[in-house]
DNA sequence: GCTAGACCATG
DNA sequence: CATGGTCTAGC
């Protein structure tokens, strides 16, 4: 289940496997991972990989066409989809990119939850540069209604702010909204709140400025320490993350943690649903209203 | 504008 | 049979 710390780590790795590379050749082994993509993927062939960024959990290859023109090449890992450089023989290898230089990269995907989409650049709202990893204002079309995440430094918090207190929702759904605020998953949506103290069923415009900016705070700390610890586990002979491996290194606090002590109070963690996702938390930390 | 269903393979 | 991210269709 790879939310932002772990396709940031997918990022940094892609760039030492990838940068500066000429596609020789593109193919796909599925129709179904190119579902999002107007044109096939074999038009890509002769473009060289300029960037890799990143916004939220959506990932893009900048190309540069040997016509000169750059367009991206979206890449979302849905649940479990790995980028691995030069495998063979690994079951659900939905897709691979050719290198000229003889090493390729492979996009497998068990749950067939991701893609991988040609696309094209449109201009940034703000024109300020669109994700990490790039200083270009253009971002991807399918990736232009993904809000910025809280690791961008073009992120402006104060109207986050004002969006995320005009919701007549709970908070962990404005929280799981990529409109909103991108890159938060079920996991670190969990974490975030259990770390701010905040019930996860509080409606959204219920909550005080000081409420709001400790929300911000500790959804950041959460994924900053998740992307150190990823950061570290990180495999570099494969490009990829395994979607589930690193989450037992990880130490959640309220994320499948149901009936276990709090580690701050000692009550049992709760699990309810909230807009269809398991919802754990501290009944004493995160107290209602 | 918000919610529920669809899409998948695995345990 | 629940799970999880996102898009789509519905109210």
Request: one cysteine or more; charged letters at 20%.
């Amino acid at each position: 289940m790879p939310e932002l710390p772990e396709v940031e780590s997918v990022r940094l790795g892609l760039l030492d496997h990838v940068l500066s590379k000429e596609i020789a050749k593109a193919e796909t082994f599925s129709e179904r991972v190119t579902r999002r993509s107007a044109r096939p993927l074999n038009t890509l062939a002769g473009g060289t990989l300029k960037a890799v960024a990143r916004r939220g959990k959506f990932l893009w290859f900048d190309i540069a066409e040997p016509t000169g023109n750059h367009s991206p090449l979206v890449a979302h890992l849905g649940m479990s989809g790995q980028f691995r450089v030069n495998c063979s023989g690994l079951a659900h290898i939905h897709a691979s990119l050719a290198f000229t230089d003889g090493t390729r990269l492979d996009f497998i995907d068990q749950r067939t939850f991701g893609y991988l989409a040609p696309d094209v650049y449109v201009p940034t709202l703000d024109n300020a540069a669109a994700g990490v990893g790039t200083e270009m204002p253009m971002i991807p079309h399918l990736v232009s209604h993904i809000a910025r995440d809280l690791l961008d430094p073009h992120l402006d918090p104060v109207a986050l702010a004002v969006t995320i207190v005009s919701k007549h929702t709970s908070i962990k759904k404005v929280l799981l909204d990529q409109a909103v605020i991108s890159g938060i998953g079920n996991i670190y949506a969990d974490e975030a709140l259990f770390d701010a103290g905040i019930h996860p069923l509080l409606p959204a415009n219920s909550l005080k400025g000081l409420e709001v900016s400790r929300l911000f705070m500790s959804a950041t700390n959460v994924l900053e320490r998740s992307l150190d610890a990823g950061g570290t586990s990180f495999d570099s002979l494969y490009v990829s993350v395994n979607g589930e491996s690193g989450y037992f290194e990880r130490s959640l606090n309220a994320y499948g943690r149901t009936g276990l002590p709090c580690r701050t109070c000692g009550q049992p963690i709760e699990q309810i649903t909230v807009g269809g996702r398991s919802t754990h938390f501290c009944p004493h930390c995160q107290r209602r209203q």
